[in-house]
């Protein structure tokens, strides 16, 4: 399966699926990552992997529908079939959604449909919340809103820190993406069938 991965950050979950690509746990391939920010260290990233990669500044272009139209001739371009987000801070627009859809993907750091948007760990410790987690869901026009596809807590001990809660979401989510996304690209799970026949009414 041919995907992009799209990222404006460190891009840890962009490697832990590149390591489960050479692990052979993911049968998938790599064709692009596309940035929104020149100096992001996932650039880096996909310099050392050798990943190809398309970087744009959005300020450049007059609207979302113009940059990712750009985009969208880089992906198909390179035959690319699935769309991965993994710390994109955009909302996807209509050009991306009609060309890609049911076939992009997002991660997102809490237990939808708490705390959409913005740092939602943040949020979440603001709150309170004593099980906190991460989902995995189909991407629509919304913010975090589409369906979700899979979803993984953990419970908050009285002593963890921000820091240390960071960590425990970035470990979640290293493997419940690449073997989430394995589960969609061979069609097998469960926890899936409920989100596409939710897609497809
Ligand atoms: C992750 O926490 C992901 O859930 C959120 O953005 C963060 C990206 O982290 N959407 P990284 O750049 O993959 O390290």
Not at 43 to 62: I, L, N, P, T
Not at 127 to 144: A, I
Request: glycine letters at 6%; aromatic letters at 8%.
């Amino acid at each position: 399966t041919k995907i992009a991965v799209f990222a404006s950050g460190s891009g840890s979950n962009f490697g832990a699926i590149l390591q489960a690509i050479e692990r052979k746990e993911l049968d998938a391939t790599v064709e692009l990552l596309i940035c929104d920010k020149p100096n992001a260290y996932v650039m880096e990233r996909a310099r050392q992997a050798g990943v190809d990669s398309f970087v744009f500044q959005a300020k450049s272009f007059s609207s979302k529908e113009q940059y990712e139209r750009v985009i969208l001739e880089q992906l198909q371009s390179k035959n690319v079939e699935w769309i991965v987000l993994a710390g994109y801070m955009r909302l996807i627009g209509t050009v991306l959604l009609t060309s890609y859809e049911k076939r992009i993907i997002n991660i997102h750091p809490s237990l939808l449909p708490a705390f959409a948007g913005k740092d939602a760990v943040g949020q979440a410790i603001d709150y309170g919340v004593k099980v906190m987690g991460v989902t995995v869901h189909f991407v629509d026009e919304g913010m975090d809103t589409g369906p979700i596809i899979s979803q993984q807590s953990f419970h908050v001990q009285g002593d963890m820190s921000r820091s240390v809660i960071e960590d425990q979401i970035h470990f979640i989510e290293h493997e419940l993406y690449p073997e989430t996304l394995q589960q969609l690209f061979t069609k097998k799970g469960v926890h899936m069938v409920n989100a596409n026949e939710r897609m497809e009414e």
